[in-house]
């Protein structure tokens, strides 16, 4: 389980400072999929980079399974949280397997069980391994590349998925048929999901519950059949 406890996100200090997040509260259930919903700069990647300590928290706190991610080492941390982001971060110069490889080489995994978990995330993710392992990102398409970018979030079996507007560099074919695809895996790893989206289509079609976001607080807290039928 995720909990936020008032939190708070500044940037910068005197007359510069931002509020980005202002005394947020809110807890995420194990399994569940919760969509932070809002347009852009209302402070929705603002609390994924603090749920992996990417980002300071400014004020509160946020506890992951009961325990204060103020006390937990980052580097571990982001171990427990796979994450995603649009831009995908796949590195140019390494191969597709080495892309996924990272986490499990950096945790000392020997090579047949980093081999064997390849093979496995690539068939998770629908791509052939023979084909792909040895291939550079470029040669993927963007919706390809995008299934890396799971795949590799996946490795180390994280319970949690951190998301940031995964989907929204696929053109709008493809993006449909990814989202699907994503909703099928998710039915069977149920990890428990924030995915940060700025559409109410694909909130509506993921979410179990929608947070929507306004100028840094949470306006309305529900699942999307509930969000629908309120005005
Ligand atoms: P999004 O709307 O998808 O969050 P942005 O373009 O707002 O994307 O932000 C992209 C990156 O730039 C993020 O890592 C964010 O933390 C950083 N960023 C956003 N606004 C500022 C800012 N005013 N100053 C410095 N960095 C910023
Ligand atoms: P969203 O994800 O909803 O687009 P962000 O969390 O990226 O929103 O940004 C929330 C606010 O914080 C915005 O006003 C943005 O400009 C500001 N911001 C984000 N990242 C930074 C940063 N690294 N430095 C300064 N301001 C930032």
């Known amino acids: 389980m995720i909990e936020y406890r008032n939190v708070r996100k500044e940037y910068g200090n005197g007359k510069e400072a931002v509020t980005a997040v202002r005394d947020i509260s809110l807890q995420i259930k194990p399994g569940e999929v919760v969509v ?78 980093i081999d064997e978990r390849v093979d496995h995330l690539l068939k998770l993710v629908k791509l052939d391994p023979e084909t792909y392992s040895s291939r550079y990102p470029a040669e993927l398409s963007g919706g390809q590349q995008q299934r890396i970018g799971v795949a590799r979030a996946l490795a180390a079996d994280p319970d949690i998925l951190l998301m940031d507007e995964p989907f929204g560099a696929i053109d709008p074919i493809n993006r449909d048929q990814i989202q699907d695809e994503f909703m099928r895996l998710q039915a069977r790893l149920k990890k428990t999901i924030v995915f940060v989206s700025h559409d109410i289509h694909e909130a509506i079609k993921m979410a179990d519950r929608i947070a929507i976001f306004k100028d840094g607080k949470i306006v309305q807290f529900d699942t999307p059949e509930m969000i629908l039928t309120q005005p």
Not at 55 to 83: A, F, H, T, W
């Open 36 to 113: 932070f919903l809002g347009p852009s700069g209302c402070g929705k990647t603002t609390m994924l980079r603090m749920t992996n300590k990417l980002e300071d928290i400014s004020g509160g706190d946020i506890l992951v399974d009961g325990k204060s991610i103020r006390e937990l080492n980052p580097v571990q941390l982001r171990r427990s949280m796979g994450y995603v982001i649009q831009q995908i971060g796949l590195f140019p110069n390494k191969t597709i397997y080495e892309n996924i490889a990272m986490i499990p080489r950096v945790l000392k995994w020997d090579k047949a069980t």
